[in-house]
């Protein structure tokens, strides 16, 4: 018995090696409807999605257990953030769910509301003060100019609305806002969870968040006040928290200016800057470095003092990114999800794994989920949802994937042979050279003639779709729709001049009035400004049902002047319908 | 006096020299004294019928109708080498846009010029719709029966005083009877009575020859492989494809003829099944080994899915076969030309079709772009200039004129360059590739705004083409404009997605993007 056991084990760690064999496909449902970003999905025994909808409407808070969604609560606004944590010591540990969205946090217990916080008003500018209380008094003035020069950040509600309108509709607006104070509110991008004093799984943590006015607040969870302001330079998008607020802590934030700033306990500006060469996509935290994806296509990994440790080229956009931290191996490494249809799973620079996805990921999330640690939870651009379990058997190896030289280096080209004509054609090349120089020499200088010939009596003629002119530099082509007898001839007309309007235009057709009919034969072009592609139609009826066809010819006229501008032949298709009688 | 000739036997004798009006006057002429003449009545119908023959297995073309309204579409996207509607761009060595020109479906433009080669099929409506004026990228027919109505018009015209047989007053049954005249009647009604005042009596009219060929058959106790063959061309027309099949399919087994693998064969591309066909086409080799017209058909599909290499061998077996087969040598010839081998094509063109006394401006066009490029260059122009000379449309001198500008170019001359594809453009207003080289001329005086006034056209004109596409992305990121550059890049992208330089340029602008 214990020797089958020995063998299965055996076979077990052969497939595990094999890299399409370390996931389980557990759940696929390619029409889940959920359109959400890693930062709002959050797992633990059940999935909570914040489901951004299609933008306007269907926006949601969506708890799947197992494969079926088993709670749905509408949400006002697009969220921004989904964490899930303990605010209380109470027995039984349930985790709460905090969601923020606009310039609100929703708490969530048990499935049920339980609190709304509202990010504390920044302070108003006491000149905007004083022009909103001038502006219930005087009202008609223009005060615009002046708050302008003087004070050049977003403006608080309701002033900064007033300020957009026209000076009839200013009285109404006063009117209908005259009772409210003035208020600055900012709103929030992003939000993380900070263990309070200490680090078991299960203990308090506090909210940590940024918000659109550039700052970061640490929130106590049980009271909801502001524990800590900090500061940055630029607005945060992307944040990272670890340690404990009583003790220490560090706060890894990627700003929209392209910078990764990292706080600490007690200063409250911030104590390392990151500079990237390019916006970051993803953040995600291992130890004590940070793995960054570049929208540059790269992924890099600073130290938390900002030095750099590596950089990897990706083969695709970076989507998401997401942390594989599974406790119970005390493996740690990066999930990136490609726009090319991957996600790539990476432990320092070695990439390690590659999970082929139906669709684009946009969100990834790893842990337990249900009873199953190691899951990874995935939705798509197209509104699915993906969930893989990890093999307990599997085995990530650290060797070093990279390909060796390129596989197009051992193609040979099909390049073909020179053939004993062409070597005998060279011969008589190089016996003849003389007398070959003089015949084409002789017949080039004839073409030189015909075609300045033909060219000035295209000229003239003005035959050329494009004017030689250079005072009127004009281009033109007709394109013919249908399949008769009614056709559509579309003259695009431009002007190609750099900088100067062509006026006194007409258009005026040449056609055989047996055959076909032109209802405007005769029209005017309006004033052509340079480099636009006017498109005018016309309208050409067959006469006939012989099924014979013409040419059109179109000129473009220029008052004043009897030759025309420009001239175009247009072959007209026959005519494959019939006349209606 | 003179003895004159027996009526008949005169009309015959026309008729044998293919004098069919004449012979179809004496007809009428002996008709009028002995109305129930059934040697004369039966000749003129054969007299009429000859005067708008067509074969029907080479003039084939797909109407609007008949590509944009196809309910027989199962698979819309099928397994690449299966289906003649996409190209497979990379099986069987297919050359390269950037060395073979493609026409508007994607497909490497071929060295003959026939109907269904260089339509290809349009993506959209508005595409099909258009009239493109690109070297004979003609634009596919309203619908087929379209064309035949035209064809047959040209009968209507010579006969004013009204149709030779009353259609609607003829007894079917009973000429379905007499195996003598039913043939010549039959032929006569699907060839010949074709009327284009009413669309309705199109259709009719192959019912009426479908209704004939039924009753013929049924009296043949349905073992006549000829009747089955004419049931199965009466269905082809009328569009239902698979009752065609089945009646040539029966007809083949009752006898083993060139022509109903041909017909059988048509109906599997129509069907788009070019492997069945291809099977087809080699069972009736093993019947007819050697039969120039079933290699030619295998070699035809073949080029239309792309797939050059076997197509050329195919040509190279009919040339083995019949050594005087022009589209096997100018097929063979413009493979080779784009292969890099100019001096073989040249001898192709040269010592095989000038020497069989084809004589046109194609043939010195294509003359001179060879001399050229293997070097033989003092017989380049004046090949063009008998190519002029010849030219019979302003296409053709427009394609020859702008050969002309790429030999200009060649030698460094610019100023005849720019002078040869404004003739171009003067000849042929829808010269999408004179439109693009022009533009690059104009950048390289400087004239940015003409430059991309020309590009756009060039775009608007040819979508297919990659290089005006891929022309606009350089001239925007040169100056600065990378949003379209972008886009122009990535249309080009779509053209051609093979294309490097296509390919650095995105990279480049996705850096750039990307950076901050």
Known sequence: YRAAIETEKRICGLVATDSCTRWLDAHYDPVANLYTFSSCIGNGDSLVVGDLGTGACNIKLKVYKGTSLVSENTLLDLPTGLVSFHMDQHEPRTPAIAVASGPFIYVYKNLRPYFKFTLPPLEVNPLEQEVWTQAKEVRRERYGPHLHTSCSRRFSFPLGRFLMLDPQEMETYVNLHKQQPLRRQTVITCISTLKKNMAEEDAVSCLVIGAESKDIYVLDPEAFTVLSKMSLPSVPTLIDVTGQFDVEFRITVACRNGNIYILRRDSPKPKYCIELTSHPVGLVRIGKNVVVGCAQETLLSYTQKGKKLWTVYLPAPVMTMGLMDHHTRGFQAVLVGLSNCQVQLYRDKNLLNIVKTPDVVTSICFGRFGREDGSLIMTTKGGGLIVKILKRTAVFDDRDTAPGPPLAQSIRLNVPKKTKLYVDQTMRERENAVAMHRAFQMDLSRLRLASARAYVKALESSLTPMSASLSEPLKMNAVVQGLGPSFKLTLNVQNTAACRPVMNLAVSFLYDEALYSMRPSFFKIPLLVPGLNYPIDAFVECLVDKGISDIIKVFVLQQGKSAPLLTAHINMPVSEGLPLN | ?516
């Open chain 2, 1 to 516: 006096m003179a003895v004159t000739m027996d009526p008949l036997f005169l009309a015959w004798s026309y008729f044998r020299r293919r004098k069919f009006q004449q012979c179809s006057d004496v007809c009428s002429k002996i008709l009028q004294d002995s109305p129930y003449d059934q040697a004369a009545w039966s000749l003129k119908t054969r007299a009429l019928t000859e005067t708008v023959y067509i074969d029907e297995v080479d003039v084939d073309q797909e109407g609007i109708a008949e590509i944009m309204l196809d309910e027989s579409a199962i698979a819309q996207v099928a397994r690449p080498g299966t289906s003649l509607r996409i190209p497979g761009t990379s099986q069987g060595g297919g050359p390269s846009p950037a060395v073979r020109p493609v026409t508007q479906s994607g497909r490497p433009i071929t060295g003959f010029v026939r109907p269904s080669t260089q339509s290809g099929r349009p993506g959209t409506m508005e595409q099909a719709i258009r009239t493109p004026r690109t070297a004979h990228t003609a634009r596919p027919v309203s619908s087929s029966s379209g064309r035949f109505v035209r064809l047959g018009t040209a009968s209507m015209l010579t006969n004013p005083d009204g149709p030779f047989i009353n259609l609607s007053r003829l007894n079917l049954a009973k000429y379905a009877q007499k195996p003598n005249l039913s043939k010549t009647l039959f032929e006569y009604i699907f060839h010949h009575e074709n009327d284009i005042k009413n669309v309705s009596t199109q259709f009719i009219s192959k019912t009426h020859a479908l209704d004939l060929a039924a009753m013929a058959t049924e009296h043949a106790q349905f073992k006549d492989w000829w009747w089955k063959v004419q049931l199965g061309k009466c269905y082809y027309r009328l569009g239902l494809y698979r009752e065609a099949e089945k009646q040539f399919r029966s007809a083949l087994n009752h006898q083993e003829v060139v022509d109903t693998y041909l017909y059988l064969a048509k109906v599997y591309q129509r069907l788009d099944q070019p492997i069945t066909a291809l099977t087809l086409f080699k069972q009736g080799l093993d019947h007819f080994p050697g039969e120039v017209t079933l290699l030619t058909g295998i070699a035809r599909i073949h080029e239309e899915m792309n797939n050059v290499t076997s197509a050329t061998e195919y040509y190279k077996d009919v040339l083995k076969q019949d050594n005087t087969h022009v589209e096997a040598i100018a097929c063979i010839g413009s493979n080779h030309f784009y292969g890099d081998q100019p001096e073989i094509a040249l001898r192709f063109y040269r010592s095989r079709l000038l020497q069989m006394g084809v004589y046109n401006c194609q043939l010195y066009n294509n003359l001179g772009l060879c001399c050229f490029y293997a070097q033989q260059y003092d017989m380049t122009l004046s090949s063009f200039e008998r190519a002029l000379s010849l030219a019979a449309s302003d296409e053709e001198t427009a394609d020859v004129w702008y050969n002309l500008g790429h030999v200009a170019v060649g030698i460094g001359d610019l100023t005849l360059a720019y002078q040869c594809f404004k003739l171009t453009l003067a000849n042929n207003n829808d010269h999408a590739e004179a439109y693009n080289n022009l533009a690059v001329l104009e950048l390289r005086r400087g004239r940015i705004e003409q430059a991309k006034a020309f590009l756009q056209t060039a775009c608007s004109i040819a979508p297919h083409m990659y290089e005006p596409h891929f022309n606009m992305a350089t001239l925007s990121e040169k100056v600065g404009d990378l949003q379209s550059s972008y886009m122009a890049a990535q249309k080009s992208e779509d053209a051609f997605p093979e294309h490097v330089d296509t390919q650095q340029i995105l990279k480049n602008l996705r850096q750039h993007f990307a950076v901050l």
